[in-house]
């Protein structure tokens, strides 16, 4: 009985040390073939012009530092108290490790497979957190896709003769982390797909994947931070998960050398070469052996474009911004060095951006749109530069690599949160009032909150949880 005790115990500590199966998507701009007919228009607002990359083709900041704002119309609904928890979103992110390399893998072990909890007071009200949706956000502005939306896509749709029946491609664009290759299991739950949406008279094909385990809940079980399945009311993220870390250390890891342009807006900076705080200039030994290729002329000159590394980790500063004026406080100078191979040399330059406007703007506006829109906006990006860096080596622009690169000449990337308020459905001849609407549930309501027992933060601030909750009961 002892022995066959042991043999237990062995096994359970042998399945502990297993590697766990998990895998990561990128994203990146629309590809040719990413089309309405194969239903990649059906993403989620925040990614409705983006989809799965492949390996090799990830986009990515490389710039280390990201300013971010809040305008005035954001101020006003959701008070400091917003600002706080944006703050908070920005904070996680600043806790990230940095990547160095192969090693970096060792990072995402240390994460959970699960994240997502839920405030079931919170959730009998419809509130979605602030500080979850833009975290969310966030990871989609750093590159990292949606797993679960993307594990198996359509790559082709085509009909031979009559119709039905009709032909279809599957994919797979998720990427497991240790063997890089591809996978069907996010944060260890194996995925599938069981059907295909689409017939002669719609014309559009619709592809839904699956966990294969049916306690993994439709996949909130094990939910990533970019899952937008898992987005539900009442629901809020604890930590990154081991997938959303696998997708970071990817991009961003120092020895992932892409061909890459340097951002909009950035000189010269300090000399490394010479006396600190002069002019970056290309040092003689440089020149004289030919490699000026690509070297950008006048004094400030540096090598561009070029082979660039990840930086390894981007930190996301708050500035104080007058959204009203257009302009910060304080003038912003960045100043970083960064590393570029070029002719087989590695080449430490300073350079700089000097920055009019933060590169991230978070703003709250009524999204709805006119009458003939009949759907519910949560938040919307604008302004996102996703720079395809292929058609420097190429000269193509299929699918990256490429850039996010900050934007430059007074535009900005926006964040803005609908703040359009309550929403009920009625419909005409019948269902007009309040207490027969369609969607008697709230919709578009903003809080925050947590896991204690604190009661939710409603917003417009100020706005009390206890009416809130009378209005709900009266109804």
Not at 125 to 132: A, F, R, W
Request: aromatic share 12%; proline share 7%.
């Amino acid at each position: 009985m002892l022995r066959l005790l042991r043999r237990v115990l062995w096994v359970g500590v042998v399945a502990g040390l297993a590697p766990v199966a998990g895998a990561f998507t990128l994203l990146g701009p629309l590809a040719t073939w990413q089309t309405a007919l194969l239903s990649y228009d059906l993403n989620m607002p925040l990614t409705g012009t983006l989809g799965p990359m492949n390996l090799g083709s990830e986009y990515r900041w490389n710039v280390p530092t990201v300013y971010y704002g809040f305008t005035s119309d954001f101020l006003n609904y959701f008070g400091e108290r917003g600002a706080e928890e944006v703050d908070k979103a920005f904070a996680m992110l600043n806790t990230l490790p940095s990547f160095a390399g192969t090693a970096s893998k060792t990072n995402i072990a240390n994460y959970p497979m699960s994240s997502m909890r839920v405030n079931h007071r919170a959730q009998a009200l419809g509130l979605t957190d602030v500080k979850s949706f833009v975290l969310q956000s966030m990871m989609f502005q750093l590159g990292a896709g949606d797993p679960t939306r993307f594990v198996y896509c359509i790559r082709n749709r085509y009909i031979l003769g009559a119709c039905p029946p009709i032909y279809y491609h599957v994919i797979k664009r998720n990427f497991d982390p240790q063997t890089l290759q591809y996978s069907s299991y996010i944060n260890g739950d194996l995925w599938t797909y069981v059907n295909i949406i689409d017939s002669c008279e719609i014309n559009k094909a619709t592809l839904f994947p699956e966990p294969v385990d049916p306690m993994a809940l439709l996949g909130y079980r094990h939910a990533p931070v970019t899952s937008q399945i898992a987005m539900v009311p009442g629901g809020f993220w604890t930590t990154f998960t081991q997938d959303d870390i696998a997708a970071l250390w990817y991009m961003y890891r120092k020895d992932n050398y892409n061909v890459e342009n340097i951002p909009p807006g950035v000189t010269g900076g300090t000399n490394f070469f010479g006396a600190n705080g002069s002019p970056w200039s290309i040092p003689p030994w440089y020149l004289t052996n030919g490699y000026a290729t690509n070297i950008t002329s006048g004094t400030n000159a540096f090598i561009e474009p070029g082979l660039r590394g990840g930086v390894s980790k981007v930190t996301f500063t708050r500035v104080d911004y007058d959204s009203l004026l257009g302009a910060f406080f304080t003038p912003v100078t960045n100043i970083y060095t960064e590393n570029v191979i070029y002719n087989g040399q590695q080449i430490s330059q300073g350079v700089q951006r000097i920055l009019a406007l933060p590169d991230i703007i978070i703003d709250a506006a009524d999204l709805q749109g006119g009458d003939t829109l009949d759907g519910i906006v949560t938040a919307g990006f604008a302004g996102t530069a996703w720079d395809n860096n292929q058609d420097i080596t190429t000269g193509s622009t299929t699918e990256g690599p490429g850039v996010i690169a900050p934007p430059s000449g007074g535009s900005t990337l926006l964040l803005t949160l609908n703040n359009v308020g309550p929403i009920w459905g009625n419909q005409w001849p019948q269902f007009l009032s309040e207490a027969d609407a369609i969607q008697p549930s709230q919709n578009l309501l903003w809080g925050s909150f947590d896991g204690s027992t604190n009661e939710p933060v409603v917003y417009p601030i100020g706005t009390s949880i206890e009416a809130l909750e009378a209005s709900v009961l009266g109804r």
